[in-house]
């Protein structure tokens, strides 16, 4: 089978890695790629906004499942414009990625179905909004409705703080994705993130992780799209991802298929835990990055019959092995990263670093040129390692990244410090 996969992050590196493995795999390609992800699969320059460029493309390649790494396409309908011409696509409807595109969507969808979340209110004006704010504690959160690049969150330890994200918000901060507002409840406790595979009905539990949003160490500095994963996150016992199934994930896709949109691909969803009991914060509607590394690292089965089976509907039945190991990812980014920074610095020492077999090193935002190896991005390498438990994956990463010379780059050197040492 041909394979197309969209997108051309170090999650899609991973995704990449894991799906030329498969003996059902004919021909991989990538669009648009990276350098990483052009080792293993052919990267085609296609524009992913102009579906029916995308539709010929599989019908001239002879696609037999295509899928989407990022969101945005997701919600921008490439799954509805490919399936209306009979392609299979790995990824949720245009509707049913509101479950990441509308945080309105998904709290209302929350509150009818009993799923436990922070309390809510949505706003299309300030004024109601501000009024809104006055009579709740802090802090308190405001998040704009849609699709923000990560950034559409903020959490307000003033009220003052509060009005003007409030007024951020309704004057374009964030685009068309601020045209409405998300007032919660701050919700406290630990974060950690469970995936899913759904195929409109039935769900397949994938694994658990925890990531690293800050920018440096001691999780202090600006937000990032992600400096580090691992999985499993120790926080998330069998019991508790019992209760996030029953509680959380089956009553959403339950919710989903009832209003005429069933949900299909991977869900992800991003959890708080007190005291034991989980709470919804958000969903996803595709795998995270830098998640995904950690999961295709310790993901034995065959990744492409699982996301075929997605496609087609026929989950029911399929189970997956998983390697008991830890998973430990370290971002290395570009030095101003998530602010400005640099393109085109050079990267050597790659090949000394992922010569151990327990680290594959993903590509994130890099380009080849001739022998070198250059940055292209914010995020650029996703260094991956798998030991007996996340202590030893953590210590086998950065001897990893200690091999790779990169002055224009930086990483945080604590990634996995909630999970190395653990008690409980
Ligand atoms: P989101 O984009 O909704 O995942 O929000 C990004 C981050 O903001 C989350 O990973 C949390 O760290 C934080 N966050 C979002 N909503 C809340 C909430 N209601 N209470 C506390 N923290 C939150």
Redesign the pocket.
Known sequence: MNVLLIGGGGREHALAWKLAQSPLLDTLYCAPGNAGIAEVAECVSLEVDDHTAVAAFCKDKAIGLVAVGPEAPLVAGLADDLEAQGIKVFGPSKAAAALEGS?GFTKDLCAESNIPT?AYGRFTEAPPAKAHVEGQGLPI?I?ADGLAA?KG?I?ANTHFEAHSAIDACFSGAFGEAGAEVVI????TGE?ASFFALVDGETVLPLATAQDH?RAYDRDTGPNTGGMGAYSPAPVMTDALCARVMDEIILPTVAAMKARGMPFKGVLYA?L?IKDGAPKL??YNARFGDPEAQALMLRLKSDLLPALLAVAEGRLGGLSLDWHDDAVLCVVMAAKGYPGSYKKGTEIKGLDAAGADPEVEIFHAGTTREGNRILATGGRVLGVTARGPDIGQAKDRAYAAVDKIAWPGGFCRRDIGWRAVGRKD
């Open positions: 945080k922070a959160v998040k990560g969150v959490i919660e409840e701050h919700l974060e949003k991003g708080m914060i958000e």
